[in-house]
């Protein structure tokens, strides 16, 4: 991991935030590769998953939503984790994971028994090794804020799916969407998590990419939730991520909520361990029960063809975004041994790599080579994702493209400008060079991107 964190500053991917100042709270900020990294994500899974499908629409809601839709989905009053500090070196932690790391077992939830645990099986301080608890408490996750013109306090969303539920009515109304179908969205969430970390696996600011599917209450829903888990997988493949590093983790049923049928997480082999990647959820009809049920407008489905009004069931692909990029970044590094040095590289899919092309003259210094190789530059960043780089030798300007994980260079040399018109191409993976007529370029990468 630590090699990761390092290389993702080093690059441009992921920076702490506000290092200056010491850094806060476990953000990070996202570098110019990472923001194009980020970018790439997020259109992949949009392009999969709304704009490919006609069987979805997309949407873009507020991040400040009205406080009675979080009363109605029950995080006003119930999304909370429980906390515990140790009283000497006053770290602070999440009681459910001290009690799994110590046990193995799973208590979320169960304050008591978490409680139980931690003082008779002399559970210690990770940090310090005492033995000296304060109680157990419930936390609320929510971040408060205050409206101008709201006398209640307003809360930052910390999770997207509530906009797209007191969307649906509108969507309804002025689509032409038939049940079966999903809205998708994108955007940021927030959660006071008790402990933030693992670089960007759990943060207090995060984004997600969640999609509500609606479904008829009497349709059979195992297929069509069969079918959402292999799309979760396919996606987490296409950030490049090896098979034998994915599996599935069913929620046991007594862990799930009332209203929930089925639950499922896509978890990933992090260099941490396995832990949850992306999720599924069967929502039944709770989520648009409460909102009908606390706006008191009424949300229902009416199907023309049948006669038919009635209120529809949920199915929950949520995918964590940060997740996504960790996954990525993780999956890409590489370390191999090349003539008794090291070489670091980031094998990134072709179509997440920030730069799928670099361009470099073979020296800085002679006028002709760099006119040309900014020509060669200019044409293929119509097409492609380019950069152009003349600093240091090339020898070094392969191991920073490397780095980056740009999956070709190509260099304009001398004979590319008195004999063939030609350049030499590197491959990334395979490291071979080979040389490439100037006019076959475009048709070139057209075969390999
Ligand atoms: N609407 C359902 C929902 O929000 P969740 O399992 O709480 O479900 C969905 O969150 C996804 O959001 C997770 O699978 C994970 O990828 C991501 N996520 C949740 N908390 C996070 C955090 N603190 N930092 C980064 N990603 C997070």
């Known amino acids: 991991m630590e090699k990761i964190v390092s290389l993702a500053k080093r690059r441009g991917f992921v920076y702490p935030a506000c290092e200056i100042y010491g850094g806060f709270a476990n953000s990070y900020t996202y570098g110019p590769y990472g923001v194009e990294l980020k970018n790439l994500i997020k259109n992949l899974w949009w ?32 999304f909370n984790d429980a906390m ?27 304050i008591e028994g978490m409680e139980k645990i931690i003082k008779k099986e002399l559970v210690k301080c ?12 419930t936390f609320n996750m929510m971040f408060k804020t205050q409206m101008n013109g709201y006398e209640e306090d307003v809360y930052l969303r910390p999770e997207t799916a509530g906009a797209i539920f007191t969307e649906f009515k509108n969507i309804v109304d002025t689509m032409r969407v038939k049940i079966p179908f999903g809205i998708g969205q994108i955007g940021k969430a927030f959660r006071n998590e008790i402990v933030a970390g693992n670089f960007i696996f759990r943060l207090r600011e995060f984004e997600q990419m969640e999609i509500e599917y609606f479904i008829h209450p009497k349709t059979k829903w195992e297929p069509l939730f069969q079918n959402w888990l292999d799309l979760q997988e396919e996606f987490t493949l296409r950030l490049g991520a090896k098979k034998e ?22 978890e990933y082999k992090y260099p941490f361990g396995f832990q949850e990647l992306f999720g599924l959820a069967h929502r039944s009809d709770f989520d648009l029960t409460a909102h009908a ?14 006669k038919e009004k009635f209120v529809p069931h949920i199915l929950e692909p949520t995918f964590g975004l940060d997740r996504a990029i960790l996954t990525a970044l993780c999956s890409a590094y590489n370390e191999e041994d090349v003539d008794g040095e090291k070489r670091i590289v980031m094998k990134f899919p072709n179509e997440i790599a920030p730069v799928q092309i670099a361009v470099f003259p073979l020296l800085k210094n002679k006028e002709q080579l760099v006119d040309k190789a900014k020509e060669v530059y200019a044409e293929l960043r119509e097409n492609y994702r380019c950069e152009f780089d003349d600093n240091g030798n090339i020898g070094k300007r392969y191991r920073r ?29 395979s490291m071979k060079q080979e040389r490439v007529k100037l006019d076959e370029l475009d048709k070139y990468f057209e075969s390999k991107l």
């Not at 990770?126 to 408490?137: G, K, L």
């Open 84 to 110: 515990i500090d140790c009283k000497k070196c006053k770290h602070r932690f999440r009681a459910d994971h001290l009690v799994e790391e110590a046990t193995g077992q799973d208590l979320e939830g169960d």
């Open 126 to 137: 990770p940090n310090c090794d005492a033995f000296d608890w304060t109680d157990v408490r």
């Open 245 to 266: 590093d994915i599996r599935r983790y069913e929620h046991p049923a007594e862990k799930l909520s009332h209203y929930s049928q089925k639950t499922v997480d896509i």
């Open 401 to 429: 493209q490397d780095e980056i994980g740009t999956p070709y260079c190509v260099t304009v040399d001398f004979d590319t400008l008195e004999k063939d018109e030609s350049v030499t191409v590197r491959d990334r993976d």
């Open 47 to 78: 392009k999969m998953f709304v704009k490919d499908r006609d069987d979805m629409v997309g949407m873009d809601g507020p991040i400040l939503l009205h406080p009675k839709l979080w009363e109605a989905s029950g995080h006003t009053e119930g």
């Open 293 to 306: 049920k606390a706006s008191g407008e009424k949300i229902e489905y009416f199907d023309p063809v049948e």
